[in-house]
Every structure is written in C-alpha cells, then in structure tokens.
C-alpha cells in the first residue's frame, strides 16, 4: 500500500512538470490556436479502450511488469471524450462482482479552438488512470485465486462495448488465454472444449455480442502444438462474437501494441 502510494506522488509530481511546460510554452495571449473546420475533434471516432487483466497465479511477475508498461502506452493514445476501463478476470462465473474501473476523458473546454489547458487536464487524467490501472498488475496477494474465467468475463466486456456503440472500441486481453474453471480447462489442455462448442453456443444465443470490438491479445503462447490449439479456438470464439482479431493481434511478449491495431475501424 505504501508503495502505491509513493508512485502515486510521483506521478502528481510528473504532471506538475508536464502543466508548467505546457503553460510556458503557450506565451502570453493564452496560446490559443485556429481551429480546425467543423471544431477540433470533428473528423476524429471517439474511442473506447477496455484493458482486461489476468491476475491467475499462472501469470508471472514479469509478465505483469510487461502488461503494466504496455497499458500505460495505450493510456498514452487517449484522448478528449474517449473512454476507459480496467477491468479485472473472474475467477469462476458471473456471479461474482467484477473488479472494475471505467472513466471518461474529459471533453475540451471548447470545441472550436485548441487550449493548453485541455491539455494539461488530459495529462492528468491520463496519470490517475495510470496510476489506478497499477492495481490490475499488482503481483501480490494472489495465493487464493480459484480460477481463471475469461468466457465469463468476455460479458462483462460486451456490455461496455455495446453501452457506447458510437465509440470505435479496443480490447486489449492481458492473458495466457488459458480458460480455467472447472467445465473447462486449457493448461495443459487438460479439458479442452468439444469441436463443436462455439457453434452450439452460437445457436443458443449464449455467447456475448463483441460486433465490430478490435481485440488484441497479449500474453498467450503461440510456438508451441498446444498453444496454437488454444489460440485455434479463441480465433473461432471471437469471430462468432462478431469481433475483429487479426493474426498479428495475438502474441506472448509484443514490444508494443499498434496504435490502430485493426486498420480502418475508425
């Protein structure tokens, strides 16, 4: 807890730098610049990034230093009235209260001219949801996880994507991706699921609506006979959900993630 608290001075400190630059350079008359036609933002989708985290005691430490730098690099890409939303793996079912934190970038002061402190304002709020994420990679106090529920966790992420259907969304799953609950488990591809699971579940109308969601995951192994059969069926999964997941789109230790990881969504 204390830890979390000095990097949390920290990063106040950073922005206070960054405001104070920011102010310097807008020079006296305010720095306000001519807008572009229509407003500021009015060629621009608003986005919406949701960062789902396996905490699952299969996820080693470094690989939680490796999901906490890369979500820090996609909060950087935020920007005026996009969202966000952290939100933690269920461990068996969806009966459990999800852990989860989503917030609004706020909106510019004006929308028809460019000020320096919209820029400051996002800068600040792209450091308390830094700082707030941090908690989702925190390696300790995991020895009682029970489990690891990405199917369940995947309806908690539909509803954000479909509350907020004028956003252009990005789902970015900090995971092995190894499903593991007691109707399913896929370490060791100890119980994988039948040929025909996702099409059944298509048919019954039990799988979560992701239409137009660009998903990119980061964590799961693909070089091994076992890891490409997990990766095989997420690949069908997300496709019957009516998400987006390109090839390129799923690896274990990316240097970073695209900033527009499925071209042309908006």
Known sequence: MMGFRRGWMSGRAAVT???????????????????????VDADRTPRQLVLVFDRSTSITTEELELYDRLAAQKLQELGHGD????????QLSLDESPQRWAQRVPEREFQNRVMERDSVSLARFVQDARDYMRR??????????LGTDILSTLHDVAEEVRAFPDHSATVVLFSDMLQATQEMNMEGLIRMPPANWVSQRAAQGRLPDLSGACIVVVGARTDTAAGQQVKDFWEEYFEATGAILHDRNYSYRPVQIPRDPCPGMG
Not at 83 to 90: Q, T
Request: proline letters at 5%; a negative charge; glycine letters at 18%.
């Open 17 to 39: 730098v960054l405001a104070a630059v920011l102010l310097a350079t807008a020079g006296c008359g305010g720095g306000d610049a001519a807008p572009a036609a229509g407003g």
């Open 83 to 90: 969202r966000v939303a952290g939100i933690e793996l269920l």
């Open 136 to 145: 989702f990679t925190d390696p300790a106090d995991r020895d009682n996880f």
